[in-house]
Structure formats: structure tokens, C-alpha cells
Nanobody
């Protein structure tokens, strides 16, 4: 069974940093593009960032560009999201996702999703 397990969420103050991690199992990790999404109560799930299977290509939502950095370690089957200069509007449940290509991730066509981890940013 494919599993994506996020960790690293928590409660922080505006301007602080967090690093999220997603551990994958049950799939050939190096063949999948990976991504991060977030969802606040009453809101649609929103694309945050994606990375190609090789790690060569990345993409970011305008709202996080310059503040967040996505990375992956194929030898460890993990993908990370370094979040700096956090703002209250970043508050959401953050989900890890896997798909065939970065285009699929960006187009909300991921095959697998994690359970989510809560990020809360106070003002």
C-alpha cells in the first residue's frame, strides 16, 4: 500500500520558519514528481509547490515564491518544504502528494496524498 506521511507542522509566530517532511513508501519514489498542497477550513485545496522526479525542476505558487523551498532526497524517499518568513495566511493543513510528472502535480492530478500536517502561524 502506498503511504505518504507528513511531519514537522506546528504552531509558530509570524516571521518564523518551519520545515515539513514527507516520507513515502510503497512506490518507486524516484519515478514520481512530488508536491505540497494546503487547505484552510472552508477553502479549496491549494497548490503550494512541486518538484520533478529528478529534482531538477521546481515550481511555486506566487503566494509562497521567495519564502518556501521544496527539495527531495530520492535515496531516502523523502520530500521537504522549507517555509521561511511565515505569515498568518499560511495557516492550513499541508498535504504531500505524488504524481507522474510536475505537470500532473500542478494540475491537481496527483495519484497519492498524505494525511496532512497542521501549520498554524500566529500574528
Amino acid at each position: 500500500q502506498v503511504q505518504l506521511v507528513e511531519s514537522g507542522g506546528g504552531l509558530v509566530q509570524a516571521g518564523d520558519s518551519l520545515r515539513l517532511s514527507c516520507a513515502a513508501s510503497g512506490l518507486t519514489f524516484s519515478s514520481y514528481a512530488m508536491g505540497w498542497f494546503r487547505q484552510a477550513p472552508g477553502k479549496e485545496r491549494e497548490f503550494v509547490s512541486g518538484i520533478s522526479s529528478s529534482g531538477y525542476s521546481t515550481y511555486y505558487a506566487d503566494s509562497v515564491k521567495g519564502r518556501f523551498t521544496i527539495g527531495r532526497a530520492n535515496d531516502e524517499s523523502t520530500v521537504s518544504l522549507q517555509m521561511n518568513s511565515l505569515k498568518p495566511e499560511d495557516t492550513a493543513v499541508y498535504y504531500c502528494a505524488a504524481g507522474p510528472t510536475l505537470w500532473h502535480i500542478r494540475s491537481y492530478k496527483s495519484d497519492y496524498w498524505g494525511q496532512g500536517t497542521q501549520v498554524t502561524v500566529s500574528s
